[in-house]
């Protein structure tokens, strides 16, 4: 149809994104899917001293430090629009509208270690002191219309478009440790942290920028530091507290917990239903829904709306991190860096699981921006082996791989939501999926693997329970001769006589027992041969029971004789007080109480030897 046609057209029309990839060898942009190939107009950095790396928000502009220069692109067509001579810079961070870019690099003393830089020729726009990488990046609104950043005990605000007016706002928040401003559109707000003192509880307060009004506030005890998280329309806001060492000794990162603030006024705790530790918060792009991953492992995950009520309970297993797509349609739910790499995908609509695969050695994943595919990387410093990158489909698995020799870090290009086609989830592939989560299988040894099992255990009292008469007391002897055999070729020499004798009486019971089944109608039916193998099984029956029970009365004696010396022990314990005593030595009270009980004793040892006669 026509329809199909245009959504057809669309979705070839849709753009490729680019993945940067830092290493050794350089930084790069290579193409995303279907191509992979490398990205022509972006001339390759091959410098073996790239630090850091960062595409802007809407993913024109892409910049990097190769340890000379921080250098500025523009991506579609790779022309280096400015080189800024700051080669120690640690850290890059875009504006919303890359019209700026801030840099960071390790305080040195007296001079400003963080500048904010024009992006269209590398014009120096302020300059600032910031001496902790906590916290150093500068905020802006999505429109650029304001910029905040943190000193001590305030906020200061600037004209995110131009630096040069100064600060033109105090926010002032005694004690605060941290903030984070709010996404999307006016009015804005501002979530502050401010760590108690003394004792007392401490607070996130969330505070309206304009105005400097107190909208909502959440005290909490044990918390040293937090993670805030606002969804998309900057209604609410998620805070991760955590201690710097948990009391309790569930985990070692320290006590975790999770508080929901809300613009309607709304503060409170999150409650979870497994104890441990929190290990990832993430919003719907919808601003509606949270996901969460908590609790001793293997972790649970569950699905949340914004009165912290749970719709969906996602199970337990080896997870440590959540992340929906850009589209919102699907979460993903892994374990990667110490777990094995699992990675469950699931309907965010239907609450179904998708997809299982496997990426081990993973410590890095993030999703494509047309919500279908995403990258697993292994980086080095975390692991210096087996460095590289691999794309994934969410339901097909493993797609394109790249191997390295040094990989330091990869990121997507960042591409706006509606430059995709809105496609509903994709039905279950036909063909086999690369990287899928194998069933646990039992456990075979190494030389037994890709081979028939010759035997099963206890195969010879299965084959008995299946067979009948003769023929399943035949198959038994049968069974146990031959596994036997080799084992008496071997060590005959060193098998005791006891050993062979008691072999002997189980081959010859099992003999008699075969020959004297034969027709199953009674006695007077059998032959005098079976007559005379039944007579002598039943002699041999009676034996054991005999020698059973000699074996049982000698225990009893043993017993018994045990007893009594236990018994003569105390007594002459008692004689050895009772001299003392007689010499005029002073006793205890609980030697004299054992004194008292000889007559008892000697009566108890009397009684023993009369029931051993």
Request: net charge positive; with cysteine; glycine share 8%.
């Amino acid at each position: 149809s026509d329809f199909q046609l245009l959504k057809l057209l669309h979705v070839m029309a849709q753009p490729i994104p680019l993945l940067a990839v830092r290493g050794v060898d350089g930084v790069a942009l290579v193409q995303g899917p279907p191509d992979y190939g490398p990205h022509a107009p972006f001339n390759v950095d091959t410098t073996d001293k790239s630090r850091v790396m960062n595409f802007s928000p809407d993913g024109t502009h892409f910049a990097w430090c190769n340890g000379a220069k921080v250098m500025v692109c523009r991506v579609a067509d790779g022309a280096v629009l400015c080189s800024i001579d700051r080669p120690k810079t640690m850290a890059l961070l875009f504006s919303p509208c890359s019209t700026f870019l801030a840099t960071w690099e390790n305080y040195a003393g007296k001079e400003e270690n963080m500048f904010v830089w024009q992006t269209r020729d590398g014009t120096l726009a302020a300059k600032f002191f910031n001496k902790r990488f906590d916290g150093w990046e500068p905020q802006w609104t999505e429109d650029e219309s304001l910029c905040v950043r943190a000193v001590t005990g305030q906020l200061d605000l600037y004209d995110g478009r131009d630096f040069g007016k100064g600060i033109i706002q105090r926010l002032k928040i005694e004690s605060m440790q941290s903030f984070s401003l709010s996404c999307g559109p006016p009015p804005f707000k501002v979530a502050a942290f401010v760590p108690g003192k003394k004792g007392g509880p401490s607070a996130v307060r969330m505070y309206a920028v304009q105005g400097e009004a107190l909208i909502c506030s959440r005290s909490f005890y044990r918390a040293d530091r937090v993670t805030m998280d606002w969804n998309a329309s900057g209604t609410s806001v998620l805070v991760s507290t955590q201690t710097e060492v948990d009391k309790t000794g569930q985990s070692y990162e320290g006590e975790t917990n999770l508080y929901y603030l809300s613009d309607d006024g709304v503060g409170s705790i999150v409650q979870l239903d497994k104890a441990g530790p929190i290990f990832a918060v993430a919003w719907a792009p919808n601003g509606k829904e949270f996901a969460a991953v908590y609790g001793i492992m293997p972790a649970r995950a569950g699905l949340f709306n914004r009165k912290c009520e749970k719709l969906k309970d996602f199970g337990c297993g080896p997870h440590n991190m959540v992340k929906f797509s850009p589209s919102g349609k699907i979460i993903c739910i892994a374990g990667f860096g110490n777990v094995r790499g699992e990675i469950q995908m699931w309907d965010a609509t239907n609450h179904t699981l998708l997809s299982e695969l496997v990426a081990p050695d993973s410590t890095y994943f993030a999703w494509c921006p047309d919500s279908r595919h995403f990258v697993t990387a292994t980086t080095a410093p975390r692991l210096n082996v087996d460095n590289g990158y691999k794309i994934w489909h969410y339901r097909r698995g493993m797609v394109h791989k790249t191997e390295k020799k040094v990989l330091w870090g990869v990121q997507w290009q960042p591409i706006a939501r509606d430059k995709f086609a809105d496609r509903p989830v994709s039905p279950p592939p036909d063909a086999p999926v690369q990287g899928k989560k194998e069933a646990a299988t039992k456990y075979r040894p190494p030389g037994a693997r890709g081979k028939p099992a010759s035997f099963t255990l206890h195969g010879d009292q299965d084959s008995a329970k299946a067979g009948s008469g003769a023929a399943s007391a035949a198959s038994a002897v049968s069974a146990s001769s031959v596994v036997g055999a080799g084992s008496e070729s071997a060590d005959s020499k060193e098998t005791s006589k006891s050993a062979l004798k008691n072999k002997k009486r189980r081959e010859a019971k099992a003999k008699a027992a075969a020959l004297a089944s034969g027709t199953p109608g009674g006695l007077h039916e059998r032959t005098p041969e079976q007559k005379k193998n039944v007579e002598l099984l039943k002699q041999m029956i009676a034996d054991d029971k005999a020698k059973a029970a000699a074996e049982s009365g000698d225990a009893g004696k043993q017993d018994v004789a045990k007893a009594i010396r236990n018994l003569s022990k105390k007594l002459r314990q008692i004689e050895e007080l009772k001299e003392k005593q007689a010499k005029g030595e002073t006793l205890q009270a609980n030697q004299l109480d054992k004194i008292k009980t000889e007559d008892s004793l000697r009566a108890e040892i009397a009684a023993l030897e009369k029931s051993a006669e």
